[in-house]
């Protein structure tokens, strides 16, 4: 696999367009921390690491669905492994003019648009979530 973090977004939209409750995605840090900001910030209903190899591990990510919409409208990977981008603390993107998240991968380790610049950090622009 090229893109693990395409896959793991891609893994998300697809079980909201499907209407799933839960879905499987195989386990990498950089996805759990993805995961957790996604739950913390409200976008999913939670997640938990299962398996105890690392062979074996994974994330099951329970999906939210409120009034019966999906949580998450869109999702897109901004940052790829051909084509890299970065943004300074004054240059990171809003989406859906500021309704939308962001999360970065900064010097401080990922966070959040919001956080970033509360904390004058620029990094690589992960992916958008509105």
């Not at 893109?3 to 793991?8: K, R």
């Not at 062979?55 to 998450?72: D, G, N, R, W």
Request: glycine content about 12%; overall charge positive; some cysteine.
């Amino acid at each position: 696999m090229t893109d693990p973090i395409g896959d793991f977004l891609t893994r998300i939209r697809n079980g909201y367009l499907a209407g799933k409750k839960t879905i499987e995605v195989p386990h990498a840090k950089i996805k759990e921390k993805i995961g957790e900001i996604l739950v913390k910030e409200g976008y999913l209903k939670g997640m938990e690491v299962e398996g105890k190899k690392p062979q074996e591990k994974k994330l099951v990510l329970s999906l939210k669905y409120p009034k019966k919409k999906p949580a998450i409208i869109g999702i897109k990977r901004v940052s790829k492994p051909g084509v890299r981008l970065y943004a300074k603390t004054d240059k990171i993107p809003r989406v859906r003019w500021g309704k939308g998240l962001v999360i970065l991968s900064t010097p401080g380790g990922l966070m959040t648009d919001k956080e970033a610049k509360k904390k004058k950090l620029g990094g690589e622009v992960i992916c958008q979530v509105w």
